[in-house]
């Protein structure tokens, strides 16, 4: 079952109107809800889901989780209030002061990686990653542990430059074209199509998460401590 990803298209939508496709009850008011289109980013890519409320004439449902299965995303969460049922027309409203946070710091995290790359010379693997709250971090595969004073004044150098943040679709046999200064890409999955996020003479990788419209909104990136964990893991935040 097929939903609509209207989050790709205009990650400052807060809310939206949908229509339930199906519920799966879990355990007394906690369900699966899937929409057939929302603005409820699911959790993947080192961002964490969207939370929030869909509402209707006779429920309200609260969201805590997302995720993809296949080619639906399930809302999970509990009924606040009442309840929906398959069918029926219902209004998503995300919590917008956690979206714009994540989409500052998914942001960011793309400027850390340039970051990396002028720091040591070569692009850096990334091992892991989480661009959200509580406690967002990169983990990069290095030997040396890397400065976090020069790391933070090198982002912040590039967020200062207000650049522009530019979304594409490219085809798959086309990728070669569009991308560059992007680690990981012997990771990816393969697909007809792909979504690249450039940040002009920075980078452009192949992305699924939402982000700002331009470097300025991230504000100041802060480098919050630096750990080694199989490479070295640099916690983050902006402000």
Request: neutral net charge; glycine residues 10%; contains cysteine.
């Amino acid at each position: 079952m097929l939903t609509g990803e209207l989050y790709l298209a205009d990650p400052y939508a807060r809310r939206c109107e949908s229509r339930v496709t199906d519920i799966e009850r879990v355990k007394g008011r906690r369900a699966y809800i899937t929409l057939d289109r929302t603005i409820f980013h699911p959790l993947g890519g080192g961002q964490p889901s969207d939370e929030g409320v869909i509402s209707g004439s006779s429920g309200v449902f609260e969201v805590r989780k997302v995720i993809r299965v296949g080619s639906a995303i399930k809302h999970w969460g509990s009924f606040a209030s009442g309840t929906l049922s398959v069918g029926d027309e219902v209004t998503c409203e995300i919590d917008w002061g956690r979206r714009y946070k994540v989409m500052r710091l998914h942001t960011a995290g793309h400027v850390l990686d340039y970051a990396m790359l002028q720091l040591y010379g070569r692009l850096v693997e990334t091992l892991d990653a989480y661009h959200g709250p509580p406690e967002p971090y990169l983990e990069y595969n290095v030997e040396a542990k890397p400065d976090a004073g020069e790391l933070e004044r090198l982002a912040n150098e590039i967020v200062l430059r207000a650049l522009p943040v530019a979304v594409r679709i490219v085809p798959a046999g086309e990728l070669g074209k569009h991308v560059y200064n992007a680690p990981n890409l012997s990771r990816l999955p393969g697909a007809d199509r792909y979504r690249i996020v450039e940040i002009p003479g920075v980078n452009a990788m192949p992305c699924t998460g939402t982000h700002v419209s331009n470097t300025r909104e991230v504000g100041r990136v802060r480098i919050l401590r630096v750990e080694k964990f199989r490479g070295y893991v640099v916690f983050y935040d902006v402000e």
